[in-house]
């Protein structure tokens, strides 16, 4: 491919129901075992809504990988990256930098976000253009609330949820019955935050973005905490902040599932038929945000006792007690990819972050919304996310600074949790450095986490 900062490179695409390009494909099968690669570095985008964004992110990532494995090491490296159909809100910042303000912007949804909802969504127009007015007129009306809802049902609830549900959920597994509870849809595969009091989940969310935004140097977001304190307590207006939130999330929910059925029923064979090829590569994934939820869900996709070499989560996008075997407020139920690492003939690594608000902030009240567990309570770390507090309730598993992953003794397999908060910092809300993740110091982790080149 052209333009790209490493060679060989290949690009693997899949569509919503997990369905690879075929042609894609063996064309990898093919020129890897000709060229006799020693080590393949398979990379998954999270929420990005074109080709192009990916492709963006994979070039500048993998740009420091040559450099840092110098002209003579011992490695033959090749690099893949996955395309799969997610979405992002075009008021995110992309790889950390701000995304300049448009002047004189209404509140509302912008046009770029509404054209990715409606491929997102296809035959979804009608509801995607009434769900722009009202968050753009923001009605002080409790009856357009519930309305916003009743729409976004409509949305989200979409034909194949139901069956994909078990790629939904990452801490519903019974480990005493070894069945799937899919608690946080109702029976027709519809997020429960939808079922809730639209109003009181609107506060939710509103408060968090409040909370979120405080975080961030008022020079940055261009206006003040007080302005924000304002905004939300000015009658029905901060409840459509929240609003325009729950759209952001339950469109990420979708995603979610998404990503479990994309790394399961279709990276993963594709990653078993690269594994049985002959002279086959050893194998590293990695996955920014729902990718490492993709990535991780693949290793339960790989056929017979196909394993992989490595996995890196850059600020991953799920339970940090996906791993567990059992979790700590529910001794009956473990995670929903406990099994996962045992394909993994290496580490498994998650770099988290502090200074991620995505995770940090907005994912456990997603979480708590969404019926993820019985619970309420504020402040509860069963709703955490693995890409801003790392893996959790993992028997042996590891934690280490940036430092330390950079300069001492890598470990050699089991769970590790790398702390980045040092490099992974810039950023503004709601994802503040959810996607702060190109940096040379990320792709020595993942060098040293695959023992290539010997790191």
Excluded at 35 to 40: F, K, Q, S
Excluded at 211 to 237: C, F, N
Excluded at 346 to 374: F, I, N, Q
Aim: proline share 5%; charged share 25%.
């Amino acid at each position: 491919m052209t333009g790209m900062s490493v060679r060989p490179y290949w690009e693997l695409r899949f569509d919503a129901d997990g369905d690879v390009d075929v042609r894609q494909l063996d064309r990898l099968l093919e020129q890897t075992a000709q060229r006799e690669l020693t080590d393949l570095v398979v990379f998954s985008h999270g929420w990005n809504n074109t080709r192009a964004m990916a492709t963006r992110l994979y070039d500048r990532f993998f740009a420091p990988f040559p450099e840092l494995l110098g002209e003579a090491g011992p490695a033959r490296l090749g690099y893949v990256g996955v395309v799969w159909p997610s979405m992002r809100f075009a008021d995110e910042s992309l790889a950390g930098f701000p995304r300049e303000p448009v002047p004189g912007a209404r509140p509302g949804l912008d046009a770029e976000t509404r054209r990715a909802l409606e491929t997102v969504f296809p035959g979804r127009q009608q509801i995607v253009a009434r769900l722009a007015e009202l968050l753009t007129e923001r009605p002080e009306r409790l009856a357009a609330l519930d309305e916003f809802a009743v729409l976004m049902r409509g949305l989200v609830g979409v034909r194949g949820l139901v069956g994909a549900a078990g790629h939904a959920a990452d801490t519903d597994v019974d480990t005493d019955t070894d069945t799937d509870t899919d608690t946080d849809t109702d029976t027709n595969g519809v997020p429960a935050m939808f079922g809730e009091d639209v109003a009181e989940v609107c506060e939710r969310f509103a408060a968090a973005l409040t909370e979120a935004r405080g975080k961030t140097d008022t020079e940055d977001r261009g206006r003040t905490g007080t302005e924000d304190r304002a905004l939300l307590d000015s009658g029905l207006g901060g409840l459509w902040d929240g609003a325009h939130e729950l759209l952001r999330q339950g469109t990420y929910y979708v995603m979610k599932r998404r990503a479990g059925t994309v790394g399961r029923e279709g990276l993963g064979p594709a990653l078993g038929a690269l594994a049985a090829a002959r002279s086959a590569p050893r194998l590293h994934l990695i996955g920014h945000s729902f990718g490492g939820r993709l990535v991780s869900y693949a290793l339960t996709g790989l056929p017979g006792s196909a394993t992989v070499a490595s996995v890196t989560l850059l600020q991953g996008a799920f339970s940090h007690y996906a791993f567990a075997e059992r979790l700590p407020h529910a001794a009956g139920r473990g995670g929903a990819l406990r099994t996962a690492p045992h394909r993994v003939t290496g580490p498994v690594v998650s770099c988290h972050s502090r200074h991620d608000t995505a995770l940090g902030l907005l994912y456990p009240v997603a979480s708590r919304v969404s019926g993820d567990d019985a619970s309420l309570l504020p402040g509860d770390t069963r709703w955490g996310a693995i890409g801003y507090d790392g893996i959790h309730a993992v028997d042996g598993s590891r934690r280490v600074d940036l430092a330390e992953a950079l300069d001492g003794p890598f470990p050699a397999g089991g769970c590790v949790s790398v702390d980045v908060s040092e490099v992974v910092r810039h950023g503004v809300p709601p994802a503040g450095a959810h996607n702060d993740i190109c940096h040379a110091e990320l792709a020595r982790v993942v060098l040293r986490a695959g023992r290539i080149g010997d790191g």
